[in-house]
């Protein structure tokens, strides 16, 4: 049965609210510093953040098991990587909130996530709905 536009409206509203969350709430200081290293453990672990509630998400619409485990490690394979190149770029060019470029940095950053939410979207309803 497909999904309703209201199912759809609401998942998209859940992840943003999950993201809000994960992105400025459950953040610790760990996960804050020395994000411009690729190898760094407290980006791997806001990014579990996130995941964590995807999965709750997904589980509350009834997705199939195998789905969320796959939405949720391409989840965090995309958010690792979308931070740490907002991270090391922003390291790199030396950027400060007072200039213009880290907040378009900032910006690309959360497009690049609102992206990934579509897609999540798009794949419950072509896999999972």
């Known amino acids: 049965m497909p999904a309703s536009y209201g199912a759809v409206f609401l998942l998209l509203c859940l992840l943003q609210i999950k993201h809000m969350f994960a992105d400025y709430y459950l953040q610790t200081p760990k996960m804050l510093s020395g994000r411009g290293t690729y190898f760094h453990v407290g980006r791997a672990q806001h990014a579990a953040v996130h995941v964590v509630g995807s999965v709750a998400i997904f589980a509350l ?67 999972a709905a």
């Open 61 to 127: 619409f009834g997705a199939p098991f195998a789905f969320i485990l796959i939405i949720a490690a391409l989840e965090w394979i995309v958010h690792f990587h979308i931070d740490f190149a907002k991270a090391h770029y922003s390291d790199r060019k030396k950027l400060q909130p007072s200039q213009a470029a880290f907040w378009r940095a900032a910006g690309l950053d959360q497009l690049m996530h609102n992206l990934t939410y579509i897609g999540m979207a798009w794949a419950w309803l072509a896999f």
